[in-house]
């Protein structure tokens, strides 16, 4: 019912810029989040940024605030993830995910998951 495909991952220089985005189906009830997340060789899976259903509140890792921007387009029932001045240690597999709302936080319990895109930093 909820299906989620993520996209947008490549190969980026150092202080690059890259846009992913989450393409969401089969939402019926607006009260999901939606976080991205990475994980990268040999480390656990990290919360980058997520975004309310509600509200449009953000929410991001220190890691990456400043740099990365999460927004959505309802019309097109997408999620974006605006990454810029991108760095070595950003490389990951990326994913989103629909999450439970939950007071006081955005990441929540999962609901459903996509397959991943890899970003790739280097010079």
């Known amino acids: 019912d909820v299906q989620l495909q993520a996209s947008g991952g490549g190969r980026v220089q150092p202080g690059g810029s890259l846009r992913l985005s989450c393409a969401r189906s089969?939402?019926?009830?607006?009260?999901?989040?939606i976080g991205w997340f990475r994980q990268a060789p040999g480390k656990e899976r990290e919360e980058v940024s997520c975004?309310?259903?509600?509200?449009?509140?953000?929410y991001y890792a220190d890691s990456v605030k400043g740099r990365f921007t999460i927004s959505r387009d309802n019309a097109k029932n997408t999620v974006y993830l605006q990454m810029d001045s991108l760095k070595p240690e950003d490389t990951a597999v990326y994913y989103c995910?629909?999450?439970?709302?939950?007071?006081?936080?955005?990441?929540?319990?999962?609901?459903?998951w996509g397959q991943g895109t890899l970003v790739t930093v280097s010079s």
């Open positions: 995910a629909a999450l439970l709302e939950v007071a006081g936080s955005c990441f929540g319990p999962f609901v459903s």
């Open positions: 089969g939402f019926t009830v607006e009260d999901y989040a």
């Open positions: 975004i309310k259903s509600g509200g449009g509140r953000t």
